[in-house]
């Protein structure tokens, strides 16, 4: 499951669960972005803490875990050089790759895209607010997969960090601990908002 993981929430974590137990995976690996070209115009954490977070919300699910392939990789994060290097590193697996409906709905617009769908089996998770459709996509590499629904998005999370809300049971306390810890999405102090 790839994601910017800014911060990685419930929703990300129901939906691998729900992917892993119902298709009998071996392993879920979540891969960090290291720099997500379509969330360029705004900040996004540093790619060392994204990983760390991951590695904290993930650390108690054995059938977990978190690849640095895309982090440790220079320039703009590409799924097709993502699944290329899991290749190379595991030449036996099978690569299903996790995505979101928001994210499926916009798939057409990767980079290499017609080459990818033979690197791996998407599976696209059903996500409040958005409609899931395969429409377009080629119907024996996509599988559509409904997931408990979790209205949880990293945006969200962040707007609440930033304005004093709580995030307790958005994200796993870990989660909530680190992004204390290190002060991460509150805006500089006397920084005006834009009316
Ligand atoms: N609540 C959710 N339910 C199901 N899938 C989700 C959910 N949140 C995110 N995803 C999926 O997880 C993947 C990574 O998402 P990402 O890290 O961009 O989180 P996000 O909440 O969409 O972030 P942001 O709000 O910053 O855009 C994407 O494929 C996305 O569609
Ligand atoms: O390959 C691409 O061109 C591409 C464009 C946008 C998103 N992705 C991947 O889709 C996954 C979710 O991305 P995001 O931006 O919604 O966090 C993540 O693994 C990204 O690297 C991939």
């Not at 017609?114 to 024996?140: N, Y």
């Not at 601990?177 to 009316?195: A, N």
Request: hydrophobic content about 35%; proline content about 8%.
């Amino acid at each position: 499951m790839g994601g910017t993981f800014d911060p990685i929430h419930h929703g990300h974590l129901v939906a691998a669960s729900e992917v892993q137990s119902l298709l009998g995976l071996d392993e879920v690996l979540f891969v960090p972005t290291g720099r997500p070209w379509q969330k360029q115009g705004r900040d996004v954490a540093p790619a060392e803490h994204r990983y760390l977070m991951t590695v904290i919300a993930t650390a108690s699910n054995p059938r977990f875990s978190v690849s640095r392939v895309d982090i440790d990789r220079p320039g703009p994060t590409y799924t097709m050089d993502t699944l290329h290097d899991l290749q190379q590193q595991r030449p036996d697996a099978e690569l299903f790759f996790i995505t979101g409906a928001d994210a499926l709905a916009q798939i057409v617009s990767w980079k290499g895209i017609d080459r990818m769908w033979e690197l791996a089996h998407f599976i696209g998770v059903t996500r409040p607010g958005h409609v899931l459709s395969d429409a377009g996509l080629p119907q024996e590499r996509v599988t559509l997969q409904e997931v408990p629904a979790m209205a949880i998005s990293s945006t969200e999370c962040r707007r609440r960090v930033d304005s004093g809300q709580p995030i307790w049971y958005l994200v796993p306390d870990g989660v909530v601990q680190y992004i204390g810890k290190y002060q991460l999405y509150r805006s500089p102090p006397g920084d005006l908002q834009e009316e």
